[in-house]
C-alpha cells in the first residue's frame, strides 16, 4: 500500500527585492518546485523580528526560512547581515527550548536566482520531511496580555513552545544588541539608583534590601573592596561566620545599601544604565538568562 508523504508546511520570509523577485520569477517561468511553502513578502529582510519566527512555530508550520538579498547586495545597507543574526539567535533559542534550530535557515540570493529559489524551498522540504511533522501541534497560543512588554511577550511566547526546560543560558551572536543580560557588580554599587531612573523598560528596581548572600559570595570569592561600601562588605565577608540565605529588609533612608534587583524579562539592552552608572557597577554580557526569564514569566 502506497503511504502519502509527509508535506511540510514551511513559511517563508522574503525580503522585496531579491529573494521575493526569484520567487517571483520562478514562477513565470514556470519551474516547478514543492507548493508547501507560503511566502510572506518584507521590504527587507533586516524587518524580520524574533516573534515573527516563533509565531509561525507557535502557529504550528514545520519549517521556515528567511530569504535576502546576497551579502554586499542589500538595498539597506546591511538589513540581511541583521537577519542572519538575528536567525542565528532565535536557531539557538529553538536548540534551547528543544524544539531545534534546523527547522530554520537563513538564505542569501539575488532577484535573478529563480533557480537558487527553488532549490531552497526543495532543500528546506527534504531537511524538514527528514525531521518530521513540528512538535508544536498542539503548542498554547500565547496571549497578548495588555500590560506585556514587546520583549515579555516574546519571552512568554519562547516559554509557551518551550519542551524541555533549558539547561543553560541561550549565547547571543556578536552583532545582535538587543539582546543579552546585565550583570549588577554588587561590590561595586553605591546605591545611588541613576540605574533605575535612567531604565526605560522598568527592568532595574532598588528592593528595599540588603543582598547579604550576594555580597558574602561576592567577597569571599574574588572581589576586594575599592571603594568605602566595598570595604565595608568585604570587612562583613571576612567576618560571616556561616552562608546567609535571604537578603535582609533595610529601615527607611538607607537606599545606599539597597540590592538592585534586575528584572532580565523586561531589558532591552539599550545599555542606558550601563552608560549613567557613576561605578562602572554594570556590564552586558552575551547570553540570555532564560532558566530566570522562564521563572519570571511563569510566575505572572
Ligand atoms: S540595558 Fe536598558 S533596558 Fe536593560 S536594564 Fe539597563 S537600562 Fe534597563
Ligand atoms: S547606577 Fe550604578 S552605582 Fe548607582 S545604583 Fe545603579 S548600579 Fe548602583
Known sequence: MKTTEFAPKILAFCCNYCAYAAADLAGVSRMQYPPNVRIVRLPCSGKVDITYLLRAFQAGVDGVFVAGCLKGG?????????????????KNMLDAIG?????LEMFFLSSAMAPRFVGIVSEMTERIRKLGPTPLANARKTEKLKDLTKREFLYHMLSDISL???????PVPEGVDEFGRVEHRV?????????EEACPEK????????????????????????????????SIAKLALRKQVRSIPLPTGLDEFSRIRYM????VICDKCVDICPEK????????????????????
Open 74 to 90: 542589500c538595498h539597506f545597507v546591511e538589513g540581511n547581515l541583521r537577519a542572519e543574526k538575528r536567525v542565528q539567535l532565535a
Open 99 to 103: 524544539v531545534g534550530g534546523e527547522r
Open 164 to 170: 524541555i526546560e533549558p539547561k543553560a543560558p541561550i
Open 187 to 195: 561590590a561595586r554599587c553605591i546605591g545611588c539608583r541613576r540605574c
Open 203 to 234: 527592568a532595574l528596581k532598588s528592593s528595599g534590601e540588603f543582598d547579604l548572600p550576594a555580597i558574602l559570595e561576592a567577597f569571599q570569592s574574588k572581589e576586594k573592596g575599592s571603594t568605602k561600601i566595598a570595604r565595608s562588605y568585604e
Open 264 to 267: 532580565p524579562e523586561r531589558c
Open 281 to 300: 557597577a554594570m556590564e552586558v554580557v552575551k547570553e540570555i538568562d532564560i532558566q530566570t526569564i522562564f521563572k519570571a514569566v511563569r510566575a505572572r
